[in-house]
């Protein structure tokens, strides 16, 4: 079965400065990769997701990830921060066939300092 | 074009009492998922339906919950017997049954159990 690891539970970065959040997964194939952001007392928004082709994805806001196979990696990166950045960011892998197997990691909070 | 819809937000009930929650996918979506947000962790799959029926339901309690979605109306995510553990935030998020792997979440309901 997948699993999702996100090793950073808090991070806090100035504004202005670049980011980067850290996903690790574990699945035996190529899954689907997402990024997902929760404002406080929100749902989940979907930032940008991977399956197949360009390694490096561009999703909304700015941001991007970088699938690396060898690493088992999907990190988050956005250049230059904005206050309204500050959220929590989870990672997800999952499978779709028959069953639903979305598994998301534990989640980064960012917080963004003036 | 409304996003998914979750009520009520918000949900307070007693040790033993029942839980509904409620949800409306979004228009064309025929696939429904729940899932679990226990405070500071990720979200936890729980079930995953469509039309009248249930698809995969291997991350549901196997007491005291159940889910369905029926042909006309939103799906219910019922919770019998509520317990302090079930304090959560449930998210549901809906798919077109072309695209599991896009799934949009709604504002999720917060239960609390007293």
């Known amino acids: 079965a997948q699993s999702v690891t996100q090793p950073d539970i808090h991070i806090t970065v100035s504004e202005g400065a670049s980011l980067e959040l850290r996903c690790n997964y574990s699945?035996?194939?190529?899954?689907?990769l997402f990024w997902y952001v929760q404002s406080p007392g929100q749902g989940l928004q979907l930032l940008l997701k991977y399956f197949s082709g360009d390694t490096l994805v561009q999703g909304i806001k700015g941001f991007e990830a970088e699938f690396k196979r060898s690493q088992s990696s999907f990190n988050l990166r956005k250049p230059s921060v904005h206050w309204s950045d500050a959220a929590e960011y989870f990672c997800a892998v999952g499978a779709f066939s028959q069953n639903n197997d979305m598994r998301f990691g534990a989640g980064t909070r960012l917080t963004v300092k003036p | 074009n409304a996003g998914v819809m979750q009520n009520p937000r918000h949900l307070v009930r007693r040790r033993g009492q029942e839980a509904r929650l409620r949800c409306s996918p979004m228009?064309?979506?025929?696939?429904v998922y729940w899932y679990r947000q226990l405070p500071e962790e990720g979200l936890k799959f729980m079930v995953y339906l469509q039309k009248e029926n249930i698809i995969d339901e291997s991350g549901m309690p196997k007491e005291r919950f159940s889910a369905e979605f029926p042909k006309e109306g939103p799906s219910i995510l019922r919770i019998q017997q509520v317990v302090r553990g079930d304090s959560a935030a449930y998210f549901c998020?809906?798919?077109?049954?072309?695209?599991?792997?896009?799934?949009?979440f709604g504002p999720g309901t917060r239960l609390l159990v007293l």
């Open positions: 228009k064309g979506h025929s696939h």
């Open positions: 998020a809906s798919s077109p049954w072309t695209a599991q792997e896009t799934q949009y």
């Open positions: 699945y035996g194939a190529t899954p689907y």
